[in-house]
């Protein structure tokens, strides 16, 4: 649940930061902080040991999934380094979603599908707030035949680097 919460979001466009939660009482008792990135990944080593690893400043899965898994897994997570104001933090996600819109980010048109690339925001204790990203394997099919050149470029690195900067 710890996880869950940390990483995800509830409602409409939980995957652009809207809905974050944090647990602040857990029985009474102030919650644990998860809000750096050592912590979340010894959080996640308590649940999923030997999965993932801590590689400078992101988390890295290094146990595989099954080979032909078709479906969404942590691939890695990276939490930004410069805090702001939930107001800044949520005008950051907004533009930057609009400006590196594509296929790899979850816009089909004339479809919208899930987006690989889940953004989350965490407290860092001091009233600002930091963007936490998860990058999940992408079940998206190059092979879809696709109208607009311009979308199918990738632009998913693009994308985190201007939540995360």
């Known amino acids: 649940f710890k996880v869950s919460v940390i990483l995800g979001g509830l409602g409409k466009r939980s995957r652009r ?7 602040t009482q857990i029985d009474d008792n102030p919650a644990p902080k998860y ?5 979340l990944c010894n959080l996640l ?8 690893v801590l590689n400078k400043t992101k988390i890295e899965r290094i146990r595989p999934v099954h080979v032909e898994a078709a479906y969404p897994y942590i ?15 949520v ?3 907004g533009e930057a979603s609009h400006d590196f819109d594509c ?23 001091n009233g600002q707030y930091l963007p936490i990203i998860i990058t999940l394997n992408c079940a ?12 199918k470029k990738d632009k998913t690195q693009e994308f985190k680097k201007a939540i995360l900067s």
């Open 75 to 89: 691939k890695e997570i990276e939490i930004g380094k410069t805090p702001t104001s939930w107001k800044d933090m």
């Open 35 to 39: 809000n750096s990135i050592d912590e």
């Open 17 to 23: 930061g809207f809905g974050s939660v944090e647990i």
């Open 91 to 93: 005008k950051k996600i």
């Open 140 to 151: 998206f099919k190059e092979s879809i035949d696709l109208p607009n050149a311009e979308k």
């Open 103 to 125: 296929y790899h980010t979850g816009f089909v048109n004339p479809y919208r599908f899930a987006s690989p690339v889940y953004v989350s925001v965490i407290n860092d204790n």
């Open 45 to 52: 080593d308590l649940i999923k040991p030997d999965t993932f």
